[in-house]
Antibody, heavy 119, light 107 residues
Framework: QVQLVQSGAEVKKPGASVRLSCKASGYTFINYYIHWVRQAPGLGLEWMALINPNGGGTSYVQSFQGRVTVTRDTSTGTVYMELSSLRSEDTAIFYC????????????WGQGTLVTVSS | SYVLTQPPSVSVAPGQTANITCGGN??????VHWYQQKAGRAPVLVLFDDADRPSGIPERLSGSHSGNTATLTISRVEAGDEADYYCQVWDRSRGGVFGTGTRVTVL
């Protein structure tokens, strides 16, 4: 079955960077996009970025441009999301999710990774 | 920027029908997806491309859209339907835009 398994919780200081991973299994890795979604405590879902594992092409929402980088390792079926210049407002759960290439509905989600930014 | 507006909350008695709206400029021209998120859990896709259900999603959930509003309808509401619901579209300039979210409370 399709699985997206994310790395464990992180605690970072303001100004630092964090790198999260999302390991895919149960399907052909390069055939589906991987997206990253942020959810701050008690708030809604916020789309951040996507990567096409077939070629590595990326798209980022403007509000995160310059701070977020998404990469992939096709040999292990893993996608990485690095967020830099962390601030307290980045404290959130970060989810990875899979979509096809059509209308980008997110049909499978990782369990989420909690990132806490605190001095 | 493209904004999707949902009512913050909807309350419904068991067995009744809940309608969750999602308002956006000309949303009728876009493919709308809906997600259910229960407390402490990752979201789950419950409708895609306006009205299609993934495997395992009951027929009690249905979708429609036209003009500036999309609607998720939950018929014969059950206690297990209590959750937050989000609409989502793909916008060429903004990427994957989510709605503001609606908390459904079963009375």
């Amino acid at each position: 079955q399709v699985q997206l398994v994310q790395s464990g919780a992180e605690v970072k200081k303001p100004g630092a960077s964090v790198r999260l991973s999302c390991k895919a299994s149960g399907y052909t890795f390069i055939n589906y996009y991987i997206h990253w979604v942020r959810q701050a405590p008690g708030l809604g879902l916020e789309w951040m970025a996507l990567i096409n594992p077939n070629g590595g092409g990326t798209s980022y929402v403007q509000s995160f441009q310059g701070r977020v980088t998404v990469t992939r390792d096709t040999s292990t079926g893993t996608v990485y999301m690095e967020l830099s210049s962390l601030r307290s407002e980045d404290t959130a759960i970060f989810y990875c999710a899979r979509s096809g290439s059509g209308t980008f509905s997110l049909d499978s989600w990782g369990q989420g990774t909690l990132v806490t930014v605190s001095s | 920027s493209y904004v999707l507006t949902q009512p913050p909350s909807v309350s419904v008695a068991p067995g009744q029908t809940a309608n969750i709206t999602c308002g956006g400029n000309n949303i009728g021209s876009k493919s709308v997806h809906w997600y259910q998120q229960k407390a402490g859990r990752a979201p789950v896709l419950v409708l895609f491309d306006d009205a299609d259900r993934p495997s395992g999603i009951p027929e009690r959930l249905s979708g429609s859209h036209s003009g500036n509003t999309a609607t998720l309808t939950i018929s014969r509401v059950e206690a297990g339907d209590e959750a937050d619901y989000y609409c989502q579209v793909w916008d060429r300039s903004r990427g994957g835009v989510f709605g503001t979210g609606t908390r459904v409370t079963v009375l």
